[in-house]
């Protein structure tokens, strides 16, 4: 297994870890108050528990090399981890939602209220470090699965200052009722969120292209190493996890020979490879009369 591989699962299994920690505080913050709005946030903490250990299966399902069954490999795995993600996001946002109208029905000011801010407020800050990394690293991974687990801890975060600052409110104001609102307002948060990562993963599982900056990338190196062909056209990108899927034709003389043909397209693979990590390429090589005048004319 690669240095890369092996990173991205050791990220998966701290993100668990980091999990259950956050989780066992914001339980804790929940029991000594009695409050909504920080059950509302401790349901949240269980979600990412979840979604952590679907987020590992699917990172170490993903690193499973190409075989008879899945010739392309396993990458998509992790968009779908990132659907469940989303589904469990929204569920957690559903129970939210009843709790706070049971507590909006019958409001009651929490018990211990600074002990409970204050527990929640280190649950917190642990939350926005781990978030942070998870971003950063799922980008420079080109991991689905670790960068929605951190966009969506990043959501718990914001959720969870809102519900700091509103009991605060409560503890200043003594209206009880503010309790259950808030617990309204981040299920509502959560269900954005939710909406969100289903968006992005469905775009992976459909095919995406790659961004047009990297588009245009591929498309200038083509133009400028292929010397000895004519045109590139019917150029192609999707991306699935962390690989990308380049395929085109490439049109040549018809006279050419066989090996010349071979040698451009290895130029072309090669320059391809420098540019774009983790890369598959197909190029179909065609003769002069298959040229449509159309997409690439080769420098």
Partial sequence: MSITANRTLAIAACSLLVGVIVLGLKLL??????????????LE?????????????????????????????YYKAEYFSAVIVGVMIIVAAILILREAYFGFMSPELPEAPTQGLLISAFATVINLIWARVLVRQGRKLRSPAIEADGKHLMTDVVSTIGVLIGLGLVILTGWAVIDPILAALVALNILWSGWGVIRESVGGLMDVAV????????????AGNADGA?????????????????????????????????????????????AVEDVQITIHVEPEAKAKHSGIVVL
Wanted: hydrophobic share 45%.
């Fill in 211 to 222: 961004p047009p900056e990297t588009g245009k990338t591929i498309r200038d190196i083509i």
């Fill in 29 to 42: 913050a929940w029991y000594i108050t009695g409050s909504v709005a920080l059950y509302s946030d401790a």
């Fill in 230 to 274: 004519l045109e590139a056209h019917d150029i192609r990108t999707r991306q699935a996890g962390k690989m990308t899927f380049i395929d085109f034709h490439l049109v040549v003389p018809g006279t050419m020979t066989v090996d010349a043909a071979h040698s451009i397209c290895d130029s072309l693979e090669a320059k391809l490879r420098e």
């Fill in 45 to 73: 903490s269980i979600v990412n528990v979840v979604t952590a250990i679907v987020a590992l299966i699917a990172v170490k399902l993903a690193q499973k090399p190409a075989d008879a069954g899945m010739p392309y490999g």
